[in-house]
């Protein structure tokens, strides 16, 4: 592998917060390893349409605590092609880059994959996702903050839930995974979580009302995960309607709310942390990899393996919730 001189990096997919966090890192890092640092904009598509500016360590001053990405970040389908691909290496070559760092979820690592295989580009990968559905990986940077936010609205939620004795579906995020969805149900002294990956063994909600809900209160939460598995907020909401009358539903749908704000601490040192650790791993030569958080320790973890896998859910917390909302 020919030396590397100059690093870019990215921020692709839906935006999370702690991402800032995880640029200022890896941008200083790279510094300090002694290698340049190009920032590139709105995330694969300013690789193919050649948004590509120099970084300097004060480039990314005052930003640890921001919401959101300063690079952007914007969907490509040019870059899904191959043709695109090998207009964004094109660009790559003539900027001077020879490795790249991302920060996303699972489709920027599925493109950060394709784009090595093809053009053989040193890369690694950050975990930048609230969904935490990376495999590999104890937390990706965001959940946590995105978790601090559901609960904080669930809190907000129950005063008129109890006021005036009603059901409420309060839906998160999570297309696939119910991560959000559980532990924002524990964390804010919820009912239950319809979720994704138990949907697909058995009809929850039927469950739920067969066992009944909170017997020392006439209110209730249930959080779902915006799944179409799931059936959604809205889905269950009209089945309520439909199936048990006897119930008054509401629904709140708590949208990109989830992905905006302050970093949390945790989310902050996780992000710089990775960041620092995606520098270490081109430093000892690693490629296509990306950086885990496994029991408190930076791991690498191959594309395909972060890909590929499914990450399961905890069991044990299904009935932890369970318990609890006697």
Known sequence: MAKIKTI???TSGGDAPGMNA??????????????????????????VENEIVDFRAQDVSNIIHRGGTILRTARCDEFKTQEGRQKAYENM????IDALVVIGGDGTLTGAR????????????????????????????????ALNTIMWCVDRIRDTANSHERLFFIEVMG?????????????????AAIIPEISIEKDQLAQLIEHGFRTTKKSSIVLVA???????????????????PQYDVRVTILGHLQRGGSPTAQDRIL??????????????GQRNVMIGDDDEKMVYVPFNKAIKNEKPIDRHLLDTLSHLAI
Not at 93 to 96: E, K
Not at 117 to 131: K, L, R
Not at 227 to 244: C, F, H, K, Q, W
């Open 175 to 191: 297309h696939n995974a119910g991560f959000l969805a559980l532990n924002g149900a524990i964390a804010g002294g919820a009912e």
């Open 93 to 96: 070559c003539q900027q001077g």
């Open 271 to 284: 992000a710089s942390r990775m960041g620092a650790a995606a520098i270490d791993a081109l430093v000892e």
């Open 8 to 10: 870019g990096v990215l």
């Open 114 to 145: 394709e784009f090595a295989t093809e053009h053989d580009v040193p890369i690694v990968g950050i975990p930048g996702t609230i969904d935490n559905d990376l495999y590999g990986t104890d937390h990706t940077i965001g959940y946590d903050t």
């Open 226 to 244: 915006e799944s179409p598995i799931t059936g959604g907020a809205m889905g269950l909401a009209d089945r309520v309607r439909n199936e048990y």
């Open 22 to 47: 995880a640029l200022r890192a890896v941008t200083r890092a790279a510094i300090f390893n002694g290698f340049n640092v190009k920032g590139i904009y709105r995330g694969y598509r300013g690789l």
